[in-house]
């Protein structure tokens, strides 16, 4: 035997690994107990809300927890289906009547005499195109940081997608379709069907059910007959943000679209609403607007994370209201949210147990300058 080296027999080891399975068995009878705690916690706390007697609080709690996707069976512990949609319904946004009124916007090719009119509103606002016709601005607000990109020609923005699209298809990240479309920018667009593998995108979903998209004037997805809330261009490049059937958007000329919602600012004016719970769930959140020169804004909003909480539906409106949007409409939230700007995400996605980028179903993109 070495000098210095010990040997342990038989029993010796046994005695050792007796003393290591104890504390194991201590330490895990320790995790357990406290998951045990924690868990029963949770859902003391969700059934007090649930079952409380602040419908404000239980509101909040509901609304919010529908808006993140992948938590919102908490919303259903213990209430009944009808029951949350009864309070999805008294706290959703109330959008004025009407269609999208075409002659308040004004589009050109982002290259025509500006109008001074525009101008002094955009010196007002520190919007300042640069060389390629674009201005990109820092958002900031009481719970939220997030970018806003003004892009001077709407033509320039369209809707990517993918291939095909139904069961078993999966989606692409919306900075692999900016890289496959050669985009100078990108934002996600619409909804899509969650899957429990995390296999994303490929089933286009609204907020109510089966989704539509559009792209160059085709139908890539949806049917004639079925109502959408619509966010998307016509071919005169003028964003409308209706509901309507497919054909209807198809017999306007509808050129790129997409279906998600709520809408945020119709026609000038804001939309209402009806309470504060349906105002405090605070997301990442993507959404589009237009402004009466045509010019489109894309708004992307950092959440769930310790520089930025995240946006209200509120604090969306306020923004598109700030910077004279016409027209503007909510996307799909959570983690598809960012921002890719000339080849980079420029944001910060939430990534809760997501490994990689999220693949989606559609993305908005804007193009390069021609020439």
């Known amino acids: 035997m070495a000098a210095g080296k010990k040997e342990f027999n038989t029993d ?18 320790c995790v357990v107990a406290v998951a045990v705690i924690v868990s029963v916690t949770l859902v003391a706390a969700i059934y007090i809300i649930s079952k409380g007697s602040s419908t404000v609080v239980r509101d909040m709690f509901v609304t919010t927890m529908v808006d993140t996707g992948a938590l919102d069976f908490c919303a259903y512990m213990f209430l009944s289906d009808e029951e949350v949609d009864e309070i999805l319904k008294s706290n959703e946004i109330i959008v004025p009547e009407g269609r999208t009124d075409t002659t308040l916007i004004v589009t050109g090719d982002g290259g025509s005499e500006p109008d001074p009119e525009q101008q002094i509103i955009d010196e007002k606002q520190g919007v300042v195109y640069d060389e390629d016709g674009v201005c990109l601005i820092d958002l900031r607000g009481k719970t939220y940081v997030g970018k806003l990109l003004i892009v001077k020609d709407p033509s320039r923005v369209s809707v990517a997608g993918l291939d095909k699209y139904g069961e078993g298809i999966v989606g692409k ?114 959404a589009i607007g237009q402004r009466a020169d045509g010019s489109v804004m894309l708004v992307i909003i950092d959440g769930r994370q310790s520089h930025s909480l995240g946006a209200a539906y509120e604090d969306l409106i306020e923004i598109f209201m700030r910077y004279e949007a016409v027209n503007a409409a909510n996307l799909d939230g959570g983690m598809s949210s ?4 000339k080849g980079e995400v420029i944001t910060s996605p939430y990534m809760l147990y997501f490994n990689g980028r999220r693949t989606v179903a559609t993305s908005f993109i804007v193009s390069k300058q021609k020439g």
């Open 173 to 286: 990240s919306t900075e692999q379709m900016a890289k496959d479309e050669d985009a100078f920018a990108a934002i996600n667009g619409g909804g899509y069907r969650e899957m429990s593998d995390y296999r994303t995108g490929g089933y286009p979903e609204g907020r109510d059910g089966e989704g539509i998209v559009i792209i160059d004037g085709e139908l890539k997805w949806g049917s004639l007959g079925r109502v959408y809330e619509l966010i998307g261009f016509d071919k005169n490049n003028i964003l409308h943000v209706d509901n309507m059937t497919g054909k209807e958007a198809m017999d306007i000329g509808i050129r790129d679209a997409v279906n998600w919602g709520p809408v945020l600012v119709k026609n000038g004016e804001p939309c209402v609403i009806p309470s504060s719970a349906g105002n405090i769930g605070f997301h990442p959140r993507t």
């Open 12 to 29: 010796q080891i046994k005695e050792i690994a007796g003393k290591v399975l104890k504390i194991l068995g201590r330490v895990l009878a």
């Open 338 to 341: 960012y921002m890719v700007y």
